[in-house]
């Protein structure tokens, strides 16, 4: 069972770039998929992003696809976001979440099919 711990969130500016950090343990990081939800005051958490096994394949939100970067390092255990050209509109606790895959390719995109999570870090992008 994977443990996941995010860091990197802040308050920054609408224009700036964050970099956000998802350090993992307790399971063998290179056979979850992961990704990144995030959840804003009074809404649903949404989904952000999306990234194979081998980190080959991505898979963005509308809202985020083109100025967010989801990478990954097996090495290290630990997922990131790059988010660059930030928007009010991205303040949000950002999550991320891992689902152990054996052979499946599928990058997962609902809350439901990912059983495990970190506790969030705070992002606030003001105006």
């Known amino acids: 069972q994977v443990q996941l711990v995010e860091s990197g969130g802040g308050l920054v500016q609408a224009g700036d770039s964050l970099r956000l950090s998802c350090a993992a343990s307790?399971?063998?990081?290179?056979?979850?998929?992961m990704a990144w939800f995030r959840q804003a005051p009074g809404k649903e958490r949404e989904f952000v992003a999306a990234i194979s096994r081998t980190g080959n394949t991505t898979y963005y939100a509308a809202s985020v696809k083109g100025r967010f970067t989801a990478s990954r390092d097996n090495v290290r255990n630990t997922l990131y976001l790059q988010m660059n050209s930030l928007k009010v509109e991205d303040t949000a606790v950002y999550y991320c979440?891992?689902?152990?895959?054996?052979?499946?390719?599928?990058?997962?995109?609902?809350?439901?099919?990912?059983?495990?999570w970190g506790q969030g870090t705070q992002v606030t992008v003001s105006s």
């Open positions: 979440a891992g689902r152990s895959t054996a052979f499946s390719t599928t990058l997962y995109q609902l809350v439901r099919d990912y059983p495990y």
């Open positions: 307790g399971g063998t990081f290179s056979t979850y998929v």
